[in-house]
């Protein structure tokens, strides 16, 4: 077996950068940490951190993002994974009379996501520009909707002047 010495100048070098960026040789050979944990492991925390009116809101998304999300590390979830969900959920939202074809079940899709991120933010496990979730844009609110001569979503239906 043939052993080549490295070039001196070249170890130089990576001395330099390592002593530049706080990286000691031991680091190097130390075993990676656990890493982040999952989105199924750290799910539970989240709801347990969240009030009940948001478990309501956003506990049926949480269940849909755990089922497809659940085995990735927190970081693994790209914002395009999430947009695809909002999407979805959206397309299949149900009907109904004062239907805005799905676009506010699309806005709690990203605003439950937005969740369990902030969650993860605040207990140091990601920093908050690593968030898939906030490089997702919401859509715009539509505005509200006049059925008859009523405003929709106003304190007392309104009564609108004709």
Avoid: C, F
């Amino acid at each position: 077996m043939v052993v080549v010495s490295a070039d001196p100048a070249r170890v130089a070098t990576a001395r330099q950068l390592l002593a530049h960026l706080g990286v000691t040789l031991a680091d190097l050979q130390a075993e990676p940490g656990p890493g982040l944990p999952t989105l199924a492991e750290y799910l539970p925390q989240v709801v347990a951190a969240a009030g009940s009116s948001t478990r309501r809101t956003y506990g049926t998304y949480w269940h849909r993002m755990a089922a497809a999300w659940g085995a990735r590390p927190l970081d693994a979830v790209a914002a395009s994974d999430i947009e695809a969900m909002q999407r979805e959920i959206a397309a299949t939202a149900r009907s109904r009379r004062n239907s805005r074809s799905g676009r506010h079940a699309g806005e709690h899709v990203i605003a439950a996501a937005r969740a369990i991120y902030n969650r993860a933010i605040a207990d140091g496990l990601i920093d908050p520009a690593a968030s898939p979730a906030h490089r997702v844009v919401k859509p715009r609110r539509l505005p509200k909707q006049v059925v008859g001569s009523y405003v929709r979503n106003s304190p007392g239906l309104m009564r609108v002047p004709t």
